[in-house]
């Protein structure tokens, strides 16, 4: 009796420690097919999407109102912004503590019960993992600037005033251009890549990087699915602070910031000592990175993670890369758009994975940017563009409010803009005598404020998004463009979305095939297939506002019912070509 009781006691602490474990990263079948490659992803800005205590500013509770809206899309997982406590100086990717809730959005019961609903409604959740940078009133901050001797010093860049001007970095958020701050009380200088109230943190220090692999795993444990990691790829950096070359030198520095040489020790140290642990989603923000490195980060046999944002899609056309300038025309050519998707397509063919997107909060509206906002057009260019991210191979990420079409606001004035890098990049071009009247009429297209106004919920005052004032001012346009509207009509971009959203699934060609460019130098249709044999799909997206004919090549013969339309006329294919309506979008079946 003895030995069976001391069995079944192994046998429950076996159990409960089972229980317990985490799953393991690895759960990719031998097809090389998982769950966050089937994903769609739908990012909520949290501030803007629905406040619930009436002060005007997004929160916990207002998401957890919504989220039988965010079953219904039929998305898979939330990547949520920043909700940890923040002064607020970039909206909370200034984090003060990476262990709490911000008080604008709850707390951490609000959390807990947020993350249940998620659960029980099959949605995952990601969370933003902000570790290039904390707050400067992060304790570890306001130790590190107390004494040089201090043990929290090391955790951050430090340049001793007693050495002379530190080699000049660009900051993205200085009012003047610098990622250097003098600091009185230690005589010194510290590093911020984006603004001096986000310093940067010093990932040289073995310390620095337990306290962020301690961090993840308290969120891991309190069951989140996965982290987007916000500039990931500028945690690594050349302490011997070299001159920028030349060559790499254009004010952004984005390829000179993202190519560390620890990162991928790094990246393989979180993975061993965090993700392999776990059963998550990792998506790293690598704004210049190359090809061969992006694939470096994401090549499962590398062991670091899943995947990674590439920018060069969003950023493609404004005039010499730089957002703030008025794009003319000729800066943006379709079939240059159609080729830089095609290259990244091509960089995660055999190893890796990759993501898909156009909007994001660092973006402007994808309507406004990619599609065409007039009235006339807007339903069928935002069901365009949603058609675009949803058969492209990657992991879709969605912005919110896309679903309906919103679109940019267009502030005319400085003053109601609330982001730090248009506010500080206004001053920039004010102390150089540059040119405002051109800043302010491409911040129109390009600022990031356009992507982060409230959620339009229905016509009622501020969109039903608040009952006190907006943060931010509410798109005077809600009235015509909202959920609720959308909703009862079966036509609708909403609707649309959700549509779409279910051929993705239903279609795993969509997910794993292969991806072919058709007419590369055609500057009005975007054509591709999907999927090989006789499990192929063609796609047919035209990026105008004319009709056209688009020839379907001899070698497809296609079935004559769309499985996507974003047009209710039937398709006409006369001649060996496709009819299309201005920003007409065609899914079809290849026989």
């Given at each position: 009796?003895?030995?069976?009781?001391?069995?079944?006691?192994?046998?429950?602490?076996?159990?409960?420690?089972?229980?317990?474990?985490?799953?393991?990263?690895?759960?990719?079948?031998?097809?090389?097919?998982?769950?966050?490659?089937?994903?769609?992803?739908?990012?909520?800005?949290?501030?803007?999407?629905?406040?619930?205590?009436?002060?005007?500013?997004?929160?916990?509770?207002?998401?957890?109102?919504?989220?039988?809206?965010?079953?219904?899309?039929?998305?898979?997982?939330?990547?949520?912004?920043?909700?940890?406590?923040?002064?607020?100086?970039?909206?909370?990717?200034?984090?003060?503590?990476?262990?709490?809730?911000?008080?604008?959005?709850?707390?951490?019961?609000?959390?807990?019960?947020?993350?249940?609903?998620?659960?029980?409604?099959?949605?995952?959740?990601?969370?933003?993992?902000?570790?290039?940078?904390s707050s400067d009133e992060h304790e570890w901050f306001?130790?590190?600037?107390?004494?040089?001797?201090?043990?929290?010093?090391?955790?951050?860049?430090?340049?001793?005033?007693e050495k002379g001007t530190p080699t000049h970095r660009?900051?993205?958020?200085?009012?003047?251009?610098?990622?250097?701050?003098?600091?009185?009380?230690?005589?010194?200088?510290?590093?911020?890549?984006?603004?001096?109230?986000?310093?940067?943190?010093?990932?040289?220090?073995?310390?620095?990087?337990?306290?962020?692999?301690?961090?993840?795993?308290?969120?891991?444990?309190?069951?989140?699915?996965?982290?987007?990691?916000?500039?990931?790829?500028?945690?690594?950096?050349?302490?011997?602070?070299?001159?920028?070359?030349?060559?790499?030198?254009?004010?952004?520095?984005?390829?000179?910031?993202?190519?560390?040489?620890?990162?991928?020790?790094?990246?393989?140290?979180?993975?061993?000592?965090?993700?392999?642990?776990?059963?998550?989603?990792?998506?790293?923000?690598?704004?210049?990175?190359?090809?061969?490195?992006?694939?470096?980060?994401?090549?499962?046999?590398?062991?670091?993670?899943?995947?990674?944002?590439?920018?060069?899609?969003?950023?493609?056309?404004?005039?010499?890369?730089?957002?703030?300038?008025?794009?003319?025309?000729?800066?943006?050519?379709?079939?240059?758009?159609?080729?830089?998707?095609?290259?990244?397509?091509?960089?995660?063919?055999?190893?890796?994975?990759?993501?898909?997107?156009?909007?994001?909060?660092?973006?402007?509206?994808?309507?406004?940017?990619?599609?065409?906002?007039?009235?006339?057009?807007?339903?069928?260019?935002?069901?365009?563009?949603?058609?675009?991210?949803?058969?492209?191979?990657?992991?879709?990420?969605?912005?919110?409010?896309?679903?309906?079409?919103?679109?940019?606001?267009?502030?005319?004035?400085?003053?109601?803009?609330?982001?730090?890098?248009?506010?500080?990049?206004?001053?920039?071009?004010?102390?150089?005598?540059?040119?405002?009247?051109?800043?302010?009429?491409?911040?129109?297209?390009?600022?990031?404020?356009?992507?982060?106004?409230?959620?339009?919920?229905?016509?009622?005052?501020?969109?039903?998004?608040?009952?006190?004032?907006?943060?931010?001012?509410?798109?005077?346009?809600?009235?015509?463009?909202?959920?609720?509207?959308?909703?009862?009509?079966?036509?609708?971009?909403?609707?649309?979305?959700?549509?779409?959203?279910?051929?993705?699934?239903?279609?795993?060609?969509?997910?794993?095939?292969?991806?072919?460019?058709l007419d590369k130098d055609n500057e009005k249709v975007?054509?591709?297939?999907?999927?090989?044999?006789?499990?192929?799909?063609?796609?047919?997206?035209?990026?105008?506002?004319?009709?056209?004919?688009?020839?379907?090549?001899?070698?497809?013969?296609?079935?004559?019912?769309?499985?996507?339309?974003?047009?209710?006329?039937?398709?006409?294919?006369?001649?060996?070509?496709?009819?299309?309506?201005?920003?007409?979008?065609?899914?079809?079946?290849?026989?």
């Open positions: 009796m003895k030995k069976i009781m001391m069995g079944m006691l192994t046998l429950l602490f076996f159990l409960s420690s089972c229980k317990n474990k985490p799953a393991q990263q690895n759960s990719t079948d031998s097809t090389g097919h998982t769950w966050w490659k089937e994903a769609v992803v739908y990012q909520i800005y949290p501030r803007s999407f629905k406040d619930e205590n009436g002060d005007g500013i997004g929160d916990l509770k207002g998401v957890i109102s919504k989220l039988d809206y965010i079953k219904s899309l039929g998305v898979d997982v939330v990547w949520l912004n920043p909700i940890y406590s923040s002064p607020n100086d970039d909206n909370g990717y200034d984090i003060s503590d990476y262990r709490n809730i911000m008080s604008q959005f709850g707390t951490m019961d609000d959390f807990n019960t947020l993350l249940k609903g998620m659960h029980d409604r099959g949605i995952k959740l990601m969370m933003d993992l902000v570790v290039n940078h306001k130790q590190a600037r107390s004494s040089r001797t201090n043990p929290y010093h090391d955790y951050y860049h430090w340049w001793p005033a660009w900051s993205y958020f200085d009012a003047n251009g610098d990622a250097w701050a003098y600091d009185t009380l230690t005589n010194s200088y510290y590093l911020h890549y984006f603004s001096r109230k986000q310093p940067d943190l010093n990932w040289e220090n073995a310390k620095v990087r337990k306290e962020v692999f301690d961090m993840m795993k308290f969120w891991f444990d309190k069951g989140i699915d996965g982290f987007r990691m916000d500039v990931i790829t500028y945690i690594s950096k050349d302490t011997t602070w070299p001159a920028i070359p030349a060559s790499w030198n254009n004010n952004y520095a984005d390829w000179y910031y993202d190519n560390g040489g620890h990162l991928n020790d790094y990246l393989k140290e979180m993975n061993k000592e965090v993700l392999s642990k776990y059963n998550c989603m990792t998506v790293a923000e690598a704004a210049g990175n190359s090809t061969e490195h992006a694939l470096e980060i994401v090549n499962e046999d590398n062991h670091e993670l899943n995947m990674a944002f590439q920018f060069e899609g969003v950023s493609y056309g404004y005039p010499g890369g730089d957002k703030f300038k008025l794009p003319k025309d000729g800066d943006f050519k379709l079939s240059t758009f159609k080729a830089i998707y095609s290259k990244w397509d091509s960089v995660f063919e055999n190893k890796g994975w990759g993501t898909i997107f156009l909007g994001n909060h660092d973006q402007p509206r994808m309507l406004t940017r990619r599609g065409n906002d007039a009235p006339e057009f807007r339903d069928a260019s935002s069901k365009l563009l949603t058609t675009f991210i949803l058969t492209m191979r990657g992991t879709p990420y969605y912005y919110f409010g896309d679903e309906i079409g919103m679109s940019n606001i267009k502030f005319n004035d400085i003053k109601d803009y609330n982001d730090i890098e248009s506010i500080n990049h206004y001053k920039l071009v004010q102390s150089q005598h540059g040119d405002l009247k051109e800043y302010m009429e491409a911040s129109k297209i390009s600022a990031r404020d356009n992507g982060r106004t409230p959620m339009q919920w229905d016509a009622t005052t501020n969109a039903g998004f608040t009952s006190g004032k907006p943060w931010l001012k509410v798109n005077p346009n809600y009235t015509n463009v909202n959920v609720a509207a959308q909703d009862k009509d079966p036509n609708s971009v909403l609707n649309y979305f959700r549509k779409a959203i279910r051929v993705r699934k239903d279609n795993k060609t969509l997910v794993y095939g292969k991806y072919e460019l975007y054509a591709y297939t999907r999927g090989e044999g006789a499990d192929k799909i063609l796609v047919v997206l035209n990026f105008s506002k004319d009709k056209l004919d688009w020839a379907i090549p001899s070698s497809i013969a296609i079935d004559n019912t769309p499985i996507l339309n974003n047009y209710t006329s039937t398709l006409n294919t006369g001649k060996g070509a496709i009819s299309l309506e201005p920003y007409q979008a065609i899914v079809v079946k290849v026989k």
